[in-house]
């Protein structure tokens, strides 16, 4: 990146540092269980409701206890239950639909981060109805008020339920963009381990990396604040006591708990904090060619977390003593050894360090939307244009180039 680029993007980010203590960023209330949602609103005098899921997540019967439960206390429990992994347009204005068609008062996001950033998404609708998503991308464009929101994930990975974020996908043109607002946190939060249950070992293991790379990118960055370092550490610090055993063991409560404390205290520190470029190519990776985002992310995170070099070494060097890799004294050596740490826990998880989707025309295009969404907003360590970004994406190629 030429050096005018990069002044650019560094007072950009600066200034949004700057505003940090007096944007209204909150946390939503905590509810440990959904059986707590009834009486919620019944206090807000709320008799129906549109709560958005997906077709697995139904297929499970995860939703059923809770709609039964509405409909026992006399709250309508309106479905919306074909959202897709990477949420689209689409499913924002069915879902959207079906709100105003059955007077809705209340959303519910139920599921993974594709369920509550798709009721994000249509709660800013609603609340600018003359507004299309396109037009919502990047940051501070929503700016009213949306329906009360309660998100319940299901995953313990994408930290939605905290976040001002929402990553949509262009329905049209497969551009995935991020909306983010202060209107879109959640008001409430229900993190039930019960939930948790039946995600298979292999979601478990990529939903619990996205949430080290949340806690990763938003620690290593040059935008935290003594608040979003605390919680990143203690993210990073359970993920690493905690993932393990709830991927081998499911029924390990305890480790299913804290793993979604763990992604509730990412969420909140990437909020303030935001992301870097794992995110950006992992985005464009998931618009392009459906890629699960948390699966992306992991297999992306060591090989930017290496390209970063010496502009990340001593924050990486911290988080390998919160994580228990390495206390050594060099610096270098714990930044090594907390990189090797996680490509051993990829190993394990048998997640691998390529993607067979990538095609060599797709490159630019690819590496252009990345540098779209992460420059000037993500304040990474070490700043990279689109392409510079090539490169890492061509590492990712299965064939070829690939590790």
Do not use: W
């Amino acid at each position: 990146m030429n050096p005018i680029q990069k002044f650019y993007c560094r007072i950009y980010q600066n200034v949004l540092h700057l505003a940090l203590p007096f944007l209204p960023y909150r946390k939503p209330e905590i509810l440990s269980s959904i059986f707590a949602l009834p009486d919620l609103f019944h206090e807000k005098k709320i008799s129906t409701v549109l709560l958005i899921t997906d077709k697995s997540i139904r297929s499970f019967g995860l939703s059923f206890p809770l709609e039964q439960e509405l409909k026992n206390q006399d709250i309508e429990c309106i479905v919306y239950d074909d959202t897709v992994p990477n949420p689209t347009s689409d499913n924002v204005e069915e879902a959207r639909k079906l709100y105003i068609d059955h007077h809705c008062e209340a959303l519910i996001g139920f599921g993974g981060g594709s369920s509550i950033d798709c009721a994000k998404a249509v709660g800013a609708r609603i609340a600018r109805p003359k507004k299309n998503l396109a037009k919502m991308e990047g940051i501070l464009k929503v700016l009213k008020r949306i329906p009360l929101l309660v998100a319940i994930p299901t995953t313990a990975g994408t930290g939605s339920e905290t976040t001002l974020a929402a990553v949509i996908v262009d329905s049209k043109t497969r551009h995935k963009y991020p909306i983010n607002d202060f209107p879109l946190i959640p008001r409430y939060a229900v993190l039930d381990p019960y939930l948790t249950k039946t995600l298979p070992p292999s979601l478990t293991a990529t939903t619990g990396m996205d949430a080290l790379t949340h806690a990763i990118e938003a620690y290593i960055g040059n935008s935290t604040t003594k608040e979003t370092r605390a919680d990143a550490k203690r993210a990073i610090e359970l993920i690493f006591m905690n993932l393990a055993k709830a991927v081998h063991d499911g029924n390990d409560l305890d480790a299913r708990k804290n793993m979604l404390e763990a992604a509730f205290l990412a969420g909140n520190a990437f909020s303030q904090s935001y992301v870097g470029y794992v995110h950006a190519i992992a985005h464009s990776l998931g618009g392009q060619y459906n890629v699960p985002h948390g699966y992306a992310n992991a297999v992306i995170l060591p090989m930017i977390l290496e390209a970063y070099g010496e502009h990340a070494t001593k924050k990486l060097a911290e988080l390998a003593i919160v994580s228990g890799t390495s206390r050594g004294p060099d610096p270098v050596v714990r930044a090594k050894a907390f990189i090797q740490a996680i490509k051993e826990m990829k190993s394990v998880f048998s997640i691998p360090d390529t993607f067979k989707e990538i095609r060599e025309e797709d490159i630019p295009m690819l590496a252009k939307q990345a540098a779209h969404e992460a420059n000037p907003l993500y304040p990474v360590p070490k700043e990279m244009n689109a392409k510079e970004l090539e490169q890492y994406y061509r590492k990712l190629m299965e064939d070829g180039h690939g590790n």
